[in-house]
T-cell receptor, first 114, second 115 residues
């Protein structure tokens, strides 16, 4: 089945440690996105990538980093510089080159930093 | 910058009845897309319906339909014959009509369908 996978579902880290969240898609989509969701709020864009080896900052990129070395993978690193990293993180992908602009989402990773 | 506003943080409806969720947006763009996403308790984001701004006809998907008022910048979602499985957080989202463009989300409306 085609889809987006995010692992792990729950992640716990100590303050001061970097942590990498995985996002993989087998939909052959060109564009991939990372969003952050806090309780009672909508999704906010962290980073996005429209093509391999290229990515752009979203609205809340500070304290995060990404890479896009392969079309199917877009890992997100939450660095120790992120002041409030505990949140729910969602990865998405889309294939705008085909005229389809919908974004499809993975199941998310709940990150807790203590 | 685009903004999306959902003025109803919570709503409830009886099973089998109809409910309408409101969404307004602000943009200077002429070419854009609007979406409604559903997030059930599993937290999986599911696309419910999409609307292209250049289309005058309102989009429909089974029990879900929209009322798109371009001049008023309004994009409401109507759910007919509400079912218990419709209980979820609903997000309105805006996207500029540019390839690979990003989504701007509203803050969501928590819908509860009561038996």
């Amino acid at each position: 089945d085609g889809g987006i996978t995010q692992s792990p579902k729950y992640l716990f880290r100590k303050e001061g440690q970097n942590v990498t969240l995985s996002c993989e898609q087998n939909l052959n989509h060109d564009a991939m996105y990372w969003y952050r969701q806090d309780p009672g709020q909508g999704l906010r864009l962290i980073y996005y990538s429209q093509i391999v080896n290229d990515f752009q900052k979203g609205d809340i990129a500070e304290g995060y980093s990404v890479s896009r070395e392969k079309k199917e993978s877009f890992p997100l690193t939450v660095t120790s510089a992120q002041k409030n990293p505990t949140a729910f993180y969602l990865c998405a992908s889309s294939n705008p080159g085909t005229g389809s602009y919908e974004q499809y989402f993975g199941p998310g990773t709940r990150l807790t930093v203590t | 910058a685009q903004t999306v506003t959902q003025s109803q943080p919570e709503m409830s409806v009886q099973e089998a009845e109809t409910v309408t969720l409101s969404c307004t947006y602000d943009t200077s763009e002429s070419n854009y897309y609007l979406f409604w996403y559903k997030q059930p308790p599993s937290r999986q984001m599911i696309l419910v319906i999409r609307q292209e701004a250049y289309k005058q006809q309102n989009a429909t998907e089974n029990r879900f339909s929209v009322n798109f008022q371009k001049a008023a910048k309004s994009f409401s979602l109507k759910i007919s014959d509400s079912q218990l499985g419709d209980t979820a957080m609903y997000f309105c989202a805006f996207m500029k009509g540019t390839s690979g463009s990003r989504l701007t989300f509203g803050e969501g409306t928590q819908l509860t369908v009561n038996p």
